[in-house]
């Protein structure tokens, strides 16, 4: 199992809709969670984190995440065109004495108007 | 206020060549982390520097890669010598920790776009 996975994707949502994107990940340790958003030819920057289950909300969007079942989700309600992005799972592993931050493949969202 | 800087945001040069990438992190950061971004690979660590101290360079493909952080606003990644497969966005991200590895956010710079023909 790969340590953090992403729906391949890609997603298209029209606008108006709630879009929704999860994660999975290896590591029961984990204890920091991140969703990062880049658009094309950008960096990435980060719209949520979350370290506790349950849900966070922040306007739009809600992180969920549920670490019994090892997965993390965002929420993206009222999806504007302006969300069109890919956006990344990110989680912190820890690897032989240390931690790091792992990075999902990305989902690639489109909203369409 | 400044975000973390990366120099150059574009490099094209020919396999063999030595690249040079810089990066200033957000004053007040002490974890510096360097990663590559390619399309088959996403974006995949390759060290990270903890107080200006090398603490994880197991992403590092090869010796062919390096990387320094002399002081708390500079570091560099060097490619030596430079392969066609080297051909990626390199970024730059700093954050703030008391511990080897920080939960904070990382923040990102702008990458660098990085082609060996």
């Known amino acids: 199992q790969k340590e953090v996975e992403q729906n391949s994707g890609p997603l298209s949502v029209p606008e108006g809709a709630i879009a929704s994107l999860n ?16 658009y094309s030819g950008k960096s990435p920057e980060l719209i949520m984190s979350i370290y ?9 969007f809600t992180a969920q995440l549920n670490k019994a ?12 065109p302006s969300d069109s992005a890919t956006y990344l799972c990110a989680v912190n592993i820890f690897h032989g004495g240390s931690e790091k931050l792992v990075f ?10 | 206020d400044a975000g973390v800087i990366q120099s150059p945001r574009h490099e094209v040069t020919e396999m063999g060549q030595e690249v040079t990438l ?13 990663y590559r971004q390619t399309m088959m690979r996403g974006l ?5 520097f903890n107080n200006n101290v090398p603490i994880d360079d197991s992403g590092m493909p090869e010796d062919r890669f390096s990387a320094k952080m002399p002081n708390a606003s500079f570091s560099t990644l060097k490619i030596q010598p430079s392969e066609p497969r080297d051909s990626a966005v390199y970024f730059c991200a700093s954050t703030f920790g008391d511990s080897s590895y ?12 990085l082609s060996i023909l």
Do not use: A
Request: net charge positive; proline share 4%; with cysteine.
């Open chain 1, 23 to 38: 994660c999975t990940y290896s590591d029961r340790g984990s204890q920091s969670f991140f969703w990062y958003r880049q």
């Open chain 2, 22 to 34: 810089r990066c200033k992190p957000i004053s007040g950061h002490n974890s510096l982390f360097w």
């Open chain 1, 69 to 80: 079942s090892q997965y993390v989700s965002l929420l993206i309600r009222d999806s504007q």
């Open chain 2, 44 to 48: 995949e660590l390759l060290i990270y």
């Open chain 2, 102 to 113: 920080s939960n904070q956010p990382q923040h990102f710079g702008d990458g660098t776009r």
């Open chain 1, 52 to 60: 506790s289950n349950g849900d966070k909300e922040d306007g739009r």
């Open chain 1, 104 to 113: 999902g493949k990305g989902m690639k969202l489109t909203v369409n108007p």
